[in-house]
């Protein structure tokens, strides 16, 4: 392959990375114009997408790789974005500490920024963890997933005792062949895990390389069941009922560094979900989840059609794929090599 024709792919590749970005900060900019207009009647869950959103771009802006002709100017809005969802966040979070306080005091920890802490370095899903077979129904309901999630954040019974041990949550956020909302709660316990250090729930007295191996063993078990859950949800054409999750499943997984997770094919999809309002839902309809797949239980219907949950999850995916577009070293070797590529043609 000459050097031009080189130059020539390496630039189309490039440009359309560029034009993802673009596409992905224009769905975000309509997202959080929803979101203050409408961020007094979110839920707690509704709000978090928007807190991982903020610090996905928090991060992105931090290592910023991109260098191409429209860098500096997506760049300043991603910097725009983060300022009004401070603002915006903010005040919802207030707002969520009066409407629903006991659900706010249990988890309020998720609604800090550093709570979601992004890896730099991407990582690959295995096939060869994929179960055989799955459950038909889900492995556990919402009361016991809040239950273990809030004993590791200290705000179960004994409030301020974080890391506490049971052996029934312990079994059951380990238990395999889980799909649906289970499996995405189950990597959520192991994220709230890492975060709050607790080594006793890995057997260690210290969350050290060998502790941190086992939690992302079990990260890695469970994104590699939800890449091929979402490979399936995407043969089955994207049914509306299962929309939700498939975007629950890319934003704990993009947050966990799983880059297969950022499909361009995807992106497609997700921002054609998106209503003009500027939420996530089912336009023009009440927006409900079938209640036998539903683990999570926050979650309001607002106008439109829109839901503050699929909404939530919605922007945590599309950050996810912000910060993939804006840091990744493989676009930034693409530019150099155009670069080099253009420089030899002439």
């Known amino acids: 392959m000459n050097s031009a024709l080189i130059a020539f792919t390496i630039l189309g590749f490039v440009s359309a990375k560029e034009s993802g970005l673009n596409d992905v900060i224009s769905g975000l900019e309509k997202a959080i114009l929803f979101f203050e207009n409408e961020y007094e009647r979110f839920t707690l869950d509704g709000v978090v997408g928007f807190r991982m959103l903020q610090a996905e771009l928090e991060d992105t802006l931090k290592r910023w790789s991109l260098s191409g002709h429209e860098a500096a100017s997506q760049f300043k809005k991603v910097g725009d974005l983060v300022r009004r969802l401070d603002f915006t966040a903010a005040k919802a979070i207030e707002t969520v500490k009066v409407t629903d306080p006991a659900y706010f005091n249990a988890f309020q920890t998720t609604l800090h920024i550093d ?29 016991i997933s809040d239950r273990c999630m809030t004993q590791l954040l200290g705000t ?35 994220i709230i895990v890492e975060h709050k250090k607790c080594s006793n729930i890995v057997q260690a007295q210290h969350m050290d390389s060998r502790a941190s191996l086992f939690v992302q063993g079990y990260k890695k078990i469970f994104c590699s069941n939800m890449l091929q859950m ?9 049914p509306l009922s299962e929309q939700d999750l498939f975007l629950e499943y890319v934003m704990l997984c993009g947050q966990a560094g799983f880059s297969e997770f950022f499909k361009a094919e995807w992106l497609d999809h997700i921002l054609a979900w998106q209503l003009p309002a500027g939420c996530f839902g089912k336009s023009g309809q009440k927006y409900t989840l079938p209640k036998h797949k539903r683990v999570k239980r926050r979650s309001n219907n607002l106008k439109g059609g829109c839901s503050d949950h699929m909404t939530g999850v919605a922007v945590g995916a599309l950050g996810g ?19 080099k590529a253009l420089m030899h043609h002439l």
């Open 321 to 339: 794929y912000l910060r993939f577009y804006g840091t990744s070293r493989i676009l930034q070797e693409h530019q150099q090599l155009s670069n």
């Open 115 to 143: 709570f979601w802490t992004l890896d730099p370095q991407w990582i690959k899903t295995d096939t060869k963890l994929v179960y055989p077979e799955v459950r038909v129904t889900e492995c556990f309901g919402e009361n």
């Open 230 to 238: 979402n490979l399936q949800i995407e043969k089955n054409g994207y």
């Open 156 to 190: 179960w019974e004994n409030y301020g005792v974080s890391c506490l041990e049971s052996d029934l949550c312990k079994r059951m956020m380990t238990t395999l062949n889980c799909q649906g909302y289970s499996l995405s709660h189950q990597l959520l316990y192991f």
